[in-house]
Every structure is written in structure tokens, then in C-alpha cells.
């Protein structure tokens, strides 16, 4: 009589599935740690003084105010990456632009437009009467979400162009999304008078309800304070 029963062909196909799936799992552990290791941390998985740490240190803030007050001068001075709600559609614009530097020059007409098409009203009205109006309302929101989002969480990011409720909104609820601080700061300037002629929707302004701080810059500081 033999020591062992005969181990018919599926029961040996059994264990041998058995023995591989247990020491593939074996095997893949090592390999899914070393993976998480190379990712980023999510503020969730760390202890709470590290999470607090954490959130103290990258923001998102967006920088509302009237046109030419200086709130990308002020970005300038702040410790993150910075961006603009409106640098997709100057893309746009810029490629039927004689060349790229007219983008600067808002005031201006280019050659051979309109007198009524300045720099800033072709911006204006690809943003509005194109963009929000004739495709969707978020769609700038949208753009500058895809330009953003390798950072978020792992830079500061500034907007320097808050000009619209639902851009400050798209900026609360990417924070909470993510886990991060969130500030509005509007940025005025001693002796510096709004342009009461432009009216368009985009000059308007935010709610004072929705600004977080309010920060005034002095005229011929070379160094804007901080606004912390």
C-alpha cells in the first residue's frame, strides 16, 4: 500500500495554483510598496501634525482687483507657481496676432484691426461672448484646472486674475477636494483710480463676501509686502 494516495491530475493542478497565487502575492507586495513610495503623499495618510504641516504649506490663492492695479506684480512677490485663468485664450489670441508681444499691449490696436479692437477687448469678448457664453461658463475654470493640477497639493499656486465668481468658487472647491488652504485676496493701490468707463462683466468685480483679505499696495514700493 503506498504511503501517500495517488494525486490525480486536477487535484495536483489545484495545489499548484494554489502554492502560485499565494507566492505571486508574496512576491507583488515589494513591489506595490516600492511603487507607493515614489508617489506623493496624500494629506490623508499622514499623522495630523504632519497633515497640519502640510496644509500650512502649499495654498492656492487668488488675486482679485481692478485691471492694471497690480496683482501680477504682487504675485511676483509671493512664495508659489503662478498662473492665469486667461492664459488659455491669450494662446488663442496670440495666433492671429502679428506677433506674440501685441498680447502685452491691451490698450493697443493691433495693425490692420478695427479701431474698437484693442488687446484687451478682443480678450474681453473671447472670454465672455465666446468662451462663458456661447460654449459654457466653466470653460475657462475648466482650462486652467487641467493647467494646474500636477501641482495641486504639491505647490502653492497663485491665479493672478480672479475676475469672476466661479473662478474663486472653482478655487474653494479644489482645496477642499484636496485637502488645502484657499485664500481670495483682493489688491488695491494707493491713489489708484478704477476705470469707471470700462463696464464690461468682467471688470465688475467679486462679492465682498467672498474675499478672504484685503491687501493695499503703496506707489513706488519696489517690494509689495506680504500679505501674510
Not at 495654498?59 to 486667461?86: H, N, Q, R, W
Not at 495693425?111 to 484693442?118: A, L, V
Request: glycine fraction near 6%; aromatic fraction near 10%.
Amino acid at each position: 500500500m503506498a504511503l501517500f494516495p495517488t494525486i490525480t491530475a486536477p487535484f495536483l493542478i489545484l495545489i499548484l495554483n494554489e502554492h502560485y497565487e499565494t507566492n505571486k502575492k508574496t512576491i507583488q507586495h515589494p513591489l506595490l510598496h516600492a511603487r507607493s513610495c515614489d508617489r506623493d503623499v496624500a494629506p490623508s495618510r499622514l499623522s495630523h501634525r504632519d497633515r497640519e504641516a502640510f496644509i500650512m504649506a502649499v495654498e492656492i490663492i487668488g488675486l482679485c482687483g481692478p485691471k492694471g492695479v497690480g496683482k501680477s506684480t504682487y504675485a511676483e512677490t509671493l512664495d508659489g507657481m503662478v498662473f492665469s485663468f486667461a492664459k488659455p485664450l491669450k494662446e488663442m489670441l496670440i495666433s492671429i496676432l502679428p506677433h506674440e508681444g501685441w498680447i502685452n499691449q491691451k490698450e493697443e490696436v493691433p495693425p490692420g484691426f478695427p479701431e474698437h479692437c484693442t488687446v484687451r477687448f478682443m480678450l474681453q469678448e473671447l472670454g465672455t461672448s465666446f468662451g462663458r457664453e456661447t460654449c459654457y461658463a466653466n470653460i475657462w475654470v475648466d482650462a486652467a484646472y487641467r493647467m494646474v493640477e500636477p501641482y495641486v497639493g504639491k505647490k502653492t499656486i497663485i491665479f493672478d486674475d480672479v475676475r469672476f465668481p466661479n473662478e474663486a468658487w472653482a478655487i474653494r472647491r479644489w482645496g477642499v477636494s484636496n485637502e488645502i488652504h484657499t485664500k481670495i485676496i483682493h489688491i488695491s493701490r494707493d491713489g489708484f483710480e478704477p476705470d469707471e468707463n470700462d463696464r464690461h462683466v468682467s471688470e465688475a468685480g467679486l462679492p465682498r463676501e467672498m474675499i478672504d483679505k484685503w491687501v493695499t499696495v503703496e506707489n513706488g514700493e519696489a517690494e509689495i509686502p506680504q500679505h501674510r
